[in-house]
């Protein structure tokens, strides 16, 4: 069965906290009934789904939330394996706070950690994608404050992309696409880009 899950964010100034549920057969949502300590109602939060669990990290609400890693907000939240989330960057507490560090969540202990990156690490930035390809981490896009990111980190043939935020990435094969968001214009996109890792 096909379903897509979603924490509930906010809508005109309203913080919701909910889990639910939408069945992309008969395309109708349902409110999911939890158990336990939830999060409290956030916006811009990471979430996964882990087996038959929902981790959410992060967002804000107009509170500190949370120990290292710092209360962020417009991060990425992205499953590395099935053992490993990783959270890269957003936005911190004060005005133009753009991050650009990375925690790991072993799922396991469920113990952080701040693992040293050998090499120099992306540009802080929110609003980005990250994608998990093996052991591999992708980041793309996104913002510190009016400039707009395009790089890959890696070496690309072809025409760059523009730099762009608040977009969708996925993985096909060996293909990472990417699909709207907003451009350098602040104005949103309706282009599809595809990246061939195997070219």
């Known amino acids: 069965m096909f379903r897509v899950y979603s924490f509930q964010e906010c809508c005109g100034g309203l913080h919701f906290g909910d889990v639910l549920c939408l069945d992309l057969v008969k395309m109708n949502w349902n409110k999911l009934a939890t158990t336990g300590e939830k999060p409290g109602p956030r916006d811009s939060r990471g979430a996964v789904l882990v087996g038959h669990r929902m981790i959410v990290f992060g967002g804000t609400n ?4 949370g120990t290292p890693p710092s209360p962020r907000e417009s991060h990425t939240a992205t499953l590395v394996g099935d053992e490993r989330l990783v959270i890269f960057g957003g936005s911190g507490e004060g005005e133009a706070n753009y991050l650009n560090d990375l925690h790991v969540l072993d799922l396991q202990t469920m113990r952080w950690t701040s693992p ?6 992306s540009v802080p930035r929110d609003s980005h994608n990250t994608l998990a390809i093996g052991n591999r981490l992708f980041v793309y896009g996104g913002d510190c404050g009016d400039q707009y990111q395009g790089d890959v980190n890696l070496d690309i043939r072809g025409q760059p992309p523009q730099g762009q935020f608040s977009h969708i990435v996925v993985l096909a094969d060996t293909d990472i696409a990417i699909y709207g968001g907003c451009g350098e214009d602040e104005r949103p996109l309706n282009e599809l880009l595809v990246l061939q890792l195997g070219a």
């Open 116 to 121: 040293p990156v050998k090499r120099d690490l």
């Open 62 to 65: 107009g509170f500190k939330e």
